[in-house]
């Protein structure tokens, strides 16, 4: 029984973190499809890499929580 929660929790935080790596690919196409300056270009995408940085973390404490599940269940 715990394990089942543990698999699907860690699914659902790494669907989490896909869905917020899919959000920083769409940001990245749109920034570069608006044709904005370099200055300000820069400065948007400091915050898009630290989003991805997060959402990569997230996904991968997904993964590594349902292989966990997977491994110890009994």
Do not use: H, Y
Request: hydrophobic share 65%.
């Amino acid at each position: 029984m715990i394990f089942e929660i543990l698999i699907w929790s860690g699914a659902a935080i790494s669907i989490a973190g896909l869905a917020a790596i899919l959000w920083c690919i769409l940001t990245v196409v749109r920034l570069k499809r608006a044709g904005i300056g370099d200055a300000e270009m820069r400065q948007r995408m400091k915050t898009v890499v630290v989003v991805n940085m997060a959402a990569l973390a997230l996904s991968v404490s997904g993964l590594i929580l349902v292989v966990l599940a997977v491994v110890f269940r009994p």
